[in-house]
């Protein structure tokens, strides 16, 4: 994600191999979710966010960011710090329509708290 920031759908399937590798409450998967993180993963998904106005990439990447920072508070500081909580502000203010987007940035939001 990092070394095509440009190219959209590697940003979209990007954001999807995060979540379904990060995804789920065990050990094993907040394991997967702090080495995401610390490999880059929360400003690649906030970064996507900001350079392209695609609706399933913002939400793509806001579902993303929401696995990583569900059960991490480290991790939620580090996006609310990469600018998260104004991309998935804007994702959300952006598409409307979009109940998916919506109640995933809503849950994020929660989790991004100064």
Do not use: I, K, T, W
Not at 65 to 90: E, H, M, T
């Amino acid at each position: 994600m990092q070394a095509h920031a440009q190219v959209n759908e590697l940003q979209y399937h990007g954001s999807s191999v995060l979540f379904n590798v990060c995804a789920g409450d065990h050990a094993a998967a907040r394991a997967r979710q702090l080495q995401a993180a610390n490999a880059g993963g929360v400003e690649a998904l906030v970064g996507a966010m900001e350079a392209h106005e695609d609706e399933y990439l913002q939400d793509g990447c806001c579902g993303a960011l929401r696995v990583l920072c569900r059960r991490n508070d480290s991790v939620a500081a580090r996006a609310l710090q990469a600018g998260g909580r104004r991309a998935v502000a804007a994702a959300m203010q952006a598409y409307p329509g979009n109940d998916d987007l919506q109640d995933s940035g809503q849950e994020l939001l929660d989790l991004l708290v100064e």
